[in-house]
């Protein structure tokens, strides 16, 4: 089973949940972040860099878990409870840069460049570009509801375009879109056996965001975010420079350092060893 150029064997992928009991539990928005973050997972071990930390998103059971399944990739290494390594981190400079938590807490953020590239082959806007780069990045400092926590994170730093397409391409996941062509609902059937029911919250951001003159912006995400999971594709931040320098507001005392709303979201991604 194939998304994008990546191979999915379905019945690896349910027993990596714990079976079908276990996914018949999940809700919609858990069985859509278990299957995106399975494949992400198989990305970076096909690249050979480090494993974005997917199973922190479909734990076993809570009696036998030791981290909340929502909990950002930075603070929950994967694998089994008994096993876990903490990766080590590089230290950040005193004024960080976008580009340096690419290099140093996104890392190898194969699936967002990915998304990126395809949206630069096909000719979409720098806005939609950079939305695409940075849809995901969240995820390293929280899984739940990460298209919200996103866009707020990136708020100050990027146009109201790209911050609001990020915030709803969340839902936008779950509702075709021919005309653009967009089909992954069909995938998670394919996989799960079943249609989804959005979470009422997924639904009403869905049909506000159809209705929105932004609505282009936030389903483009999901358009290149379909075929974002080849684990032979060759990718790097370098193409994206230009853009990010025109399109992201990088703060002069460094991002974490500029008394934003939001800076302390980036130092949580610095510094995520400090325990208050």
Known sequence: MGMGNMEIDRR????SLGGMA???AMDSETKAEALEHYMVEKIDEAMGGHVELANAQVLPSPEEATV???VGSLFAPSGPADARKMPKLAPMSNNPTLLEFFEKRFAPANHVLQSATR???TGMSEEI???CLLHDVVQNLVKVDHAWWGAQMLEPYVTEKVSWAIR???ALRFYPDPAHGYEYPELYNRIYGKDYEPQPHIKAAYEFARKHKWYFEARMITVNDLYAFDPNA?????PFIDIIGRQFKQPKEGLGNDN???AHMWRTMMFPDNPL
Do not use: E
Request: glycine fraction near 4%; aromatic fraction near 8%; proline fraction near 4%.
């Open 119 to 121: 949206a630069m082959k």
């Open 260 to 262: 934003s709303p939001t």
């Open 234 to 238: 060759k990718v790097s931040i370098d």
């Open 129 to 131: 570009v950079m939305a």
């Open 12 to 15: 690896a992928f349910i027993a």
């Open 22 to 24: 276990v996914v018949d």
């Open 68 to 70: 909340r399944r929502g």
């Open 168 to 170: 709803y391409h969340q």
